[in-house]
């Protein structure tokens, strides 16, 4: 995979493996989609997401968390009234870390380091407790609030589940970024059983989270 991407900014976190619609309303973020089509090959970019941001005139601009996660555009929705995408289907692929960036054309284009995924000192004995923790947490979520949490069958690889259970949680943007950086899997089970034993006890307290939809799962299994 290439080391130098075009970068969509986005408002949420893309996990590895995790396949999301993605609404694109900005100028640079259509512009990057119309250049890979128009380029022809695989449509792959880098998606960052935002820390804050704010638009003037046409442009808009953003700060954004200097580590993402590669994703394979799939398909890509068009308003009839407009030449340019309204919405995108992506596939997380493999995390990255940004070493330089160039905002010289119509888009910010990355020249990224590849983030390897180490297993750590204990995947399978944090992921057996990270897996009960997350399966309370779902009949939690379902008990409250419709359709819920389903999540059916989980996947056996440590850092598949990892990336599963980090997508499917109600977080706020900075816990799942820090999730994203985890140094390895092991560190991001350990970090995922704090935070669901902290919204375990936000729901016997106050049971309001929103409801949350079937997360949608790719079979692909991040590098």
Known sequence: MDSRLPLLTV????????????PVTDVQGRAVVRDLVENGGELVCGALAVRDGYELGERVFRSLYGTGCAATISEISLDPDDDGPVEITLTGNRRFKVAELDGGGDYL??????????????????????????????????EISRPGLHIGELPDD????????????????????????????????VQLVGLLDSELAAIAALPSLPATDLINWSTMSPN
């Open 11 to 22: 408002e949420t976190v893309i996990f590895p493996g995790l396949v999301l619609p993605i």
């Open 109 to 142: 284009v990355a020249d990224v380091e590849w983030l390897d995924e180490d297993l750590g000192d204990d995947p399978l004995g944090s992921a057996t407790i990270a897996m009960a923790r997350f399966r309370r947490y779902a009949e939690a979520v379902t």
């Open 158 to 189: 440590p850092s598949t589940l990892s990336f599963l259970m980090s997508a499917a949680m109600t977080l706020l943007t900075p816990d799942r970024q820090k999730l994203l950086e985890a140094t390895d899997t092991t560190s991001r089970l």
